[in-house]
């Protein structure tokens, strides 16, 4: 959505203080742990932008808390299963012996929006070492959360989501979908029997750059909405400006989602 479209399609100005109030109507105070995934354009047109709603969640939760995001760059990854868009064959080789390594600070991240973006440039914000699957966090467990990251463990036990699964998360939507809901890939990791394929990805070992294979689990976020819906517990519902926004507890709803694939696994609808 364009700038212009997203002034027209606003109701009333949003500001960070107003956002702030609306992070409090939804449960989101001081001290806690959150995990933020989110649309700018839905919120409406906030004076700011995306510096003012990440002001207004650091505010809100305070250093005494932690944010986490998911700060994926895809794009570090075989171009032999590159889709949006392909890219000739030809190139596949040339990708792999050229693609910069990922580094924390300047490798971009794909499809994250443009809140994730600025909450990355933030001198406090602590992004995970996964070429490809990385998140990032700001305050208090920042550091230890993100301290861990093993190239064949995107989303399992290893990775900073196992760590948040032994703490108390909020998972937090703003203006998306359970399908972006990260955590649950966890429960997918949780399957004895899951698919894997081959991938690969530029890193540094040893003071160079190396092009890594390893083995990478499949996912598929697109049951991550039936498993919402069939949550039994809470899912508390408002408003972050315009944008409809979703909170949940974060290990009760990762621990059904577990559950979930275990009997429903290979069904088709």
């Known amino acids: 959505m364009t700038e212009l479209m997203t002034v027209m399609s606003s109701r009333e100005l949003q500001t960070k203080e107003k956002l702030k109030k609306d992070l409090n109507a939804l449960g989101i105070e001081k001290g806690d742990e959150i995990i933020v995934h989110s649309s700018l354009s839905a919120i409406g047109w906030v004076a700011g932008g995306a510096q003012a709603v990440v002001e207004a969640l650091l505010e809100t939760v305070t250093a005494e808390g932690t944010i986490v995001m ?3 760059s895809a794009d570090n990854s075989d171009p032999m299963y590159w889709e949006a868009p392909p890219v000739p064959k030809e190139w596949h ?10 580094d924390p600070h300047l490798s971009s991240m794909r499809g994250m929006g443009r809140i994730a973006e600025c909450f990355h440039r933030h001198p406090g914000t602590i992004r995970s070492m996964h070429p490809a699957h990385s998140f990032m966090a700001w305050g208090r467990k920042a550091e230890d959360w993100m301290s861990e990251h093993p190239i064949d463990d995107s989303f399992g036990e290893s990775s900073p989501l196992g760590k948040m699964m032994k703490a ?6 703003i203006g998306v979908g359970f399908d972006s809901c990260t955590a649950l890939h966890f429960a997918e990791y949780e399957q004895e029997i899951w698919g894997s394929y081959p991938q690969g990805a530029a890193v540094m070992k040893d003071g160079k750059r190396i092009w890594q294979t390893f083995i990478q689990a499949d996912t598929d976020s697109g049951r991550f909405p039936e498993i919402a819906a069939a949550y039994p ?3 508390k519902e408002g408003q972050l400006g315009q944008a409809k926004t979703q909170v949940v507890e974060m290990r009760p709803l990762v621990e059904f989602g577990i559950r979930w694939l275990e009997e429903n696994l290979g069904k088709t609808d």
């Open 233 to 235: 517990g809470d899912i």
């Open 70 to 72: 998911p700060a994926q």
């Open 168 to 173: 108390d998360v909020k998972i937090v939507l």
């Open 93 to 102: 080789q040339a990708i792999r012996d050229h693609y910069p390594a990922y």
